[in-house]
């Protein structure tokens, strides 16, 4: 599991490793292996050429003493001062001893780089680069230079994952300590690379802010049937999706449904000839959901229309997934009172209706905005997207590590929900329930669109075999 800590807790930690070592230690030990990660980078070092884009704090001290180090194995280090009264003073001095430079023409040395080190800000930045920086880091990123970010790109917060102005996109980073929020979570994530961490020595709280799933994580979630069981035991989820004008819907939550380790599926709504044509072992119903039989989770809302059924859902006893058309003018006193668990999953702009923003505030601050749907509505949610976000009231934020830009299709999210609410109905909780669902989706999505436009349904049809990828079944 990656997990991820905000900038607080970060400098916390490294303030009390700090006062056990030697002065300007744990920079050394940040910068060997900075310089160590771009040299496997580089493959030669020597006659490499390094640009060093230096800020005024600790992140570009880190940039300094690497350029050293690799100035040191021959390569060719030239460093473009931000802030010249201002740059680490013990790390420009190791520069020049190992003969690296102080360029005045930093577009020069940048058009012939083969590697850009991005120590302009650290994790306390804010609010995007600085004006005077910006036609520097344009010019990085129009090389042909690997644009690597020292900690963490400049310009992104790195504990919130906002972009609040002009960033600069790196092609990898290299972070020390511990992940930030920032390099998980979009937009932010996207101007990160490929994600590198460098151990350093922190003693960090063994519950962090915000965590990603892995194969093992995940695979320890999912459900596995025994000998014993059947398919009652293994639970049995209700559906109440569809309508005349989308019947789809059913059929994709269904889809879902039936791949997410549930014994049966009820469906419940007018689609139940278009359920029963694809999917004769549906269990299907056209009267209410209270006259169904028993299930131990409802999914409630894909192609819904005009919401009939979600009130009747909510005053269930056992777990609810709402999604879609279900979370349109949804009661907040309605799901906190509640007895048991209640998933939400909007994308953004349901978010912000539900929220009372707007769309582009929720995609620029999912973070914030996620834990705020879980106070406010006392539920899990979660947030669809680029990243996929899972809060509730405690705990960590989830953050999906797995999708693709090929899921934005028509009934992918349907399917999500059958596949999440399958999952609650064999016993998992909501936050295990949606995080596993959103990374089997993600993968599935990866395999069923494989760098080419998809299908919802072929997204279900590639459940089985990410499972057994995941699981080694």
Not at 85 to 113: I, K, M, N, Q, W
């Amino acid at each position: 599991m990656r997990s991820a800590y905000r900038v607080e807790t970060v400098r916390a930690a490294e303030r009390e490793l700090m006062g056990r070592l030697p002065h300007g230690a744990l920079m050394q030990r940040a910068a060997a292996g900075l310089a160590a990660a771009c040299a496997a980078m580089l493959g030669r070092v020597y006659g490499a050429r390094v640009v060093l884009l230096v800020g005024s704090g600790d992140n570009g001290g880190d940039a300094l003493y690497a350029g050293a180090r690799l100035a040191r194995r021959g390569a060719g280090v030239s460093a473009v001062l931000l802030a010249p009264d201002r740059a680490h003073p013990g790390g420009l001095a190791a520069l020049t001893r190992a003969g690296g430079r102080v360029t005045d023409d930093p577009y020069e040395v940048l058009a012939a780089a083969d590697l850009v080190l991005d120590g302009i800000t650290g994790i306390g930045g804010h609010g995007g680069l600085r004006p005077d920086a910006v036609p520097v880091t344009r010019a990085a990123r129009g090389s042909n230079a690997l644009v690597v970010a020292v900690d963490l790109p400049s310009g992104v917060d790195a504990g919130t994952g906002e972009v609040a102005g002009e960033a600069l996109r790196a092609d990898a980073t290299v972070t020390f300590g511990a992940y930030k929020p920032g390099l998980l979570i979009d937009p932010a994530r996207q101007y990160a690379g490929a994600v590198r961490l460098i151990p350093i020595g922190l003693d960090l709280p063994s519950v962090p802010d915000a965590e990603a799933l892995q194969h093992a994580d995940v695979a320890d979630l999912l459900p596995a049937p025994a000998a014993e069981s059947d398919k009652y035991r293994r639970g049995v989820v209700g559906v109440v999706a569809g309508s005349a004008r989308y019947p789809g819907a059913a059929v994709l939550a269904v889809a879902g449904a039936l791949r997410g380790g549930a014994g049966a599926v009820r469906y419940v709504g007018p689609g139940a000839d278009a359920v029963i044509a694809r999917f004769p072992e549906a269990l299907v119903s056209d009267g209410s959901p209270a006259k169904a039989g028993r299930v131990q989770a409802w999914v409630v809302g894909p192609g819904l229309g005009d919401g009939a059924g979600v009130d009747e859902v909510l005053a269930s006893d056992v777990p609810v997934l709402v999604d879609a058309d279900g979370l349109r003018g949804l009661d907040p006193e309605a799901v906190r009172a509640r007895s048991a668990a209640t998933l939400l999953t909007p994308h953004a702009g349901e978010a912000a209706a539900l929220l009372g923003v707007p769309r582009e505030k929720v995609e620029a601050e999912r973070l914030a905005s996620v834990r705020e749907l879980a106070a406010r509505y006392g539920a899990t949610v979660l947030l669809k997207g680029s990243t996929t976000l899972v809060a509730d009231a405690e705990g960590p934020v989830r953050v999906n590590p797995t999708g693709t830009p090929w899921l934005a299709t028509a009934g992918s999210g349907d399917v999500l929900s059958g596949l999440a609410g399958s999952l609650l109905a064999t016993g998992l909780d909501a936050r295990d329930a949606g995080s596993a669902a959103a990374y089997l989706h993600g993968l599935a999505g990866r395999h069923a669109a494989e760098g080419a436009p998809t299908t919802a349904y072929a997204v279900a049809e590639a459940l089985p075999g990410v499972w057994r990828d995941v699981t080694g079944g």
